[in-house]
C-alpha cells in the first residue's frame, strides 16, 4: 500500500497517516498526537526514521494519553494536505496536537528534535483543558493529596518517585504504568522538605511503595532509572494491566486447559516443547501443502537440513531427521508430495530406530488457555536453540539457520501477519549478521522487538506478560544504565546468558516417557 512506501511500516508502533485517514486522526482524538510530517526522498528523514521508530517503541505504552503517528508528504496527494492544511516548509517536522484539537489546528512544531521523549511530557504538562482523559496527573504530590490518597483513589499501591526537579523519571514512569489497574505513580521533588524528611529520603531518584494503611517501603531495583522502576511496578501483586482479570495459577488447574497443567520451571527450555514444536510444524504445516516444489520445496529442505545438523536431541529423534534429511537431498524430481515426506517421517520401523513422537505435550510453552502460547513459543525457542547450537558446533555459514528460519516462516508458518512482521525485520538488516555470535544476538533482539510490539495485545497470555527478555532478575548482569539513565543492555552478557541458557546441557528432558 501507499503507506508502506515510505519510512515506516505497520509494525513500528508509529500511526501511519495519509491524507484520506489524517484529519480523522488528529481532529478531536481524546489522546495528544505526535506527528512526524516527512518525505521518503529526504536524507535527513531517512537519518532520523531509526531514532522515531526507537521513540515509538520506547513510548508507547503512553498511547491512550499520547499517540506517535507519521505521514509521507511525498506521496502523492498527502503533499498537498502537509504543506497546506499542516502548513509544513520543511522535512522532516514533527509536531505536537493536543488532545481534542479542531479541524483547523496546525499542531505545534518542536524546534530541537533532540530529547524528544521529554519534549513530549513538557507538552502534556503544558496541555490545556481538556486534558486527555488517559493521561494521569503529572505535577508532583503535595502532603496534602498524599494524605488522603487512598480515600479518593481506588488502587493497592501508590509509587512515589523521589527526584530532583529537572528529572523526567518520575513522570516517564506514571506515563509507563498508565495501563495497568491498581497501581498509581506520582513524583515528589527532592525540594520537598517535609516529605522528604518523614520518610528520611536521601537517594534521588529512588523509589517507595505506599500502602493504604500507611507503610511506606523503598522499592528495590538493580538501577535506580526509569526501566527498571516500571518493570518492577508493573509486576507488583495486584498489578495488572488493564482489561485482563487478576489470574491466579489454581484457576488454570480446574478447568482451562484440556491438559492438566504441569508445574514447570519458567527460566529452563524443555525437550517436551521442541519435540512438539517439530511434530506440529512437520506434521501439521508443512502437511497444508499436497506438493512441495519450487520455494516450498527449498524452504522444507533447508529447515529440515538445519534441523539434522543442530536440533540437540534424543537418539531416535536425531536418526529419524537426518534420514528425512538425506531422503531429501535425495529425490532428483523438481517436486515431491507431502504423502512421500510423511511416510518418511512416520516409518518407525527403520534400523537405527527412529521417530518422532505424535502430539504435542507443551510444557514450557503451556498458556493458561488453549488460546495462549504453545507452537509459536515452540517456534521461537526451537530457533534460539538451533542458533546457539550453531554457534556451539562451530557451523560454516553464519547465516545458515537464520535463513532456513526466514523461509521456514514465510513459507510455511501459520500465522500470516507474523510472517509479514518476520520478514521485514529480516530484509531490514539480517544481512548485517557477520558471525554465529551475531546471529543469536540478531535473534534475541528482533524477539524482544516483537515482544514489545505485541505486549497489552490480545493474543497476551495475562500469565506471560511480554517483557523485553531476560528480566532483571533472570540475568542482573545483562542490564545496566547509560549516563543519562536510559536503559542499556550489556551486549557480552546477553551473549553467554543465550549460550547457557539455551545449551544443549540445560535443556530438561522430564516430562518426557
Ligand atoms: P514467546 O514470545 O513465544 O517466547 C517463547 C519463550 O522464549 C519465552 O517464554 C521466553 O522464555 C523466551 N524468550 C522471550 N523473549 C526472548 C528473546 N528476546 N530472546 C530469547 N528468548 C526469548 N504474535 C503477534 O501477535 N504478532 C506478531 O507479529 C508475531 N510475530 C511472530 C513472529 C514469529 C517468527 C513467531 C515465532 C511468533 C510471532 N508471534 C507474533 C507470536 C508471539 O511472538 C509469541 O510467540 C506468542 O504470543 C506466545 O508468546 P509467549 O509468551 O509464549 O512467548
Not at 537426518?322 to 537431498?329: C, E, G, P, Q, Y
Request: hydrophobic content about 40%; some cysteine; charged content about 20%.
Amino acid at each position: 500500500s501507499a503507506a508502506e512506501a515510505g519510512l515506516y511500516t505497520a509494525s513500528d508502533q508509529i500511526v501511519l497517516l495519509s491524507q484520506r485517514n489524517v484529519r480523522s486522526a488528529l481532529v478531536n482524538s481524546s489522546a495528544a498526537m505526535v506527528v512526524e510530517f516527512y518525505a521518503s526522498w529526504c536524507g535527513h528523514c531517512v537519518a532520523f526514521s531509526p531514532y522515531y521508530k526507537k521513540l515509538a517503541r520506547d513510548i508507547k505504552e503512553w498511547k491512550p494519553a499520547v499517540n506517535v503517528a507519521a505521514i509521507d508528504c511525498a506521496e502523492e496527494g498527502n503533499n498537498k494536505v502537509c504543506s497546506y492544511d499542516y502548513e509544513v516548509r520543511g522535512y522532516p517536522t514533527i509536531k505536537f496536537f493536543p488532545a481534542y484539537s479542531e479541524a483547523d489546528s496546525t499542531g505545534r512544531p518542536y524546534r530541537d528534535l533532540r530529547n524528544l521523549r521529554h519534549r513530549i511530557i513538557d507538552s502534556l504538562e503544558a496541555h490545556k483543558e481538556p486534558w486527555p482523559p488517559a493521561c494521569p496527573p503529572l505535577e508532583p504530590i503535595s502532603q496534602a493529596e498524599l494524605d488522603v490518597f487512598f480515600e479518593t483513589n481506588n488502587v493497592q499501591h501508590l509509587a512515589l518517585i523521589f527526584e530532583d526537579v529537572n528529572s523526567y523519571v518520575g513522570r516517564e514512569v506514571t506515563l509507563d504504568l498508565l495501563q495497568f489497574d491498581n497501581i498509581a505513580v506520582r513524583r515528589v521533588l527532592k525540594s520537598d522538605h517535609s516529605l522528604v524528611t518523614k520518610l528520611g529520603v536521601t537517594e534521588f531518584p529512588s523509589c517507595y511503595l505506599h500502602q493504604p494503611g500507611g507503610n511506606f517501603t523503598r522499592l528495590r531495583v538493580n538501577f535506580e532509572a526509569r526501566a527498571f522502576y516500571s518493570y518492577a511496578l508493573q509486576r507488583l501483586p495486584g498489578v495488572v494491566r488493564s482489561g485482563n482479570p487478576p489470574m491466579v495459577l489454581t484457576q488454570i488447574h480446574t478447568n482451562s486447559t484440556e491438559e492438566p497443567w504441569r508445574p514447570f520451571n519458567r527460566s529452563r527450555v524443555y525437550m517436551a516443547d521442541l519435540e512438539s514444536a517439530l511434530h506440529y510444524s512437520l506434521r501439521v504445516e508443512v502437511a497444508a501443502f499436497d506438493v512441495l516444489e519450487k520455494d516450498t520445496l527449498k524452504a522444507l529442505n533447508k529447515y529440515v537440513s538445519v534441523l539434522a545438523k543442530y536440533f540437540p536431541g534424543r537418539p531416535m529423534v536425531m536418526n529419524l531427521l537426518k534420514s528425512l534429511n538425506s531422503w531429501l537431498k535425495n529425490q532428483t524430481d523438481n517436486q515431491i508430495s507431502y504423502e512421500a515426506f510423511k511416510q518418511v517421517l512416520d516409518n518407525t520401523a527403520q534400523v537405527p530406530h527412529t521417530a518422532l513422537p505424535e502430539g504435542v505435550r507443551w510444557v514450557g510453552c503451556q498458556g493458561s488457555q488453549p488460546h495462549f502460547r504453545r507452537y509459536p513459543c515452540g517456534v521461537w525457542t526451537l530457533f534460539h536453540v538451533l542458533t546457539v547450537q550453531a554457534n556451539a558446533t562451530g557451523g560454516s555459514d553464519h547465516l545458515e539457520v537464520l535463513n532456513a528460519m526466514r523461509n521456514y516462516i514465510r513459507h510455511f508458518f501459520g500465522c500470516r501477519d507474523c510472517a509479514e512482521h518476520f520478514e521485514n525485520m529480516a530484509r531490514e538488516d539480517l544481512a548485517s549478521v557477520d558471525s554465529l555470535q551475531s546471529a543469536m544476538t540478531w535473534l534475541w533482539f528482533r524477539h524482544n522487538r516483537v515482544n514489545n510490539r505485541i505486549a497489552g495485545a490480545l493474543s497476551e497470555d495475562p500469565l506471560f506478560p511480554k517483557i523485553q527478555w531476560p528480566s532483571p532478575e533472570m540475568c542482573p548482569s545483562c542490564h545496566t544504565v547509560s549516563e543519562s539513565g536510559e536503559h542499556k543492555w550489556k551486549k557480552e552478557q546477553v551473549l553467554s546468558f543465550l549460550l547457557s541458557y539455551f545449551s544443549s546441557s540445560s535443556i530438561l528432558t522430564d516430562y518426557l516417557e
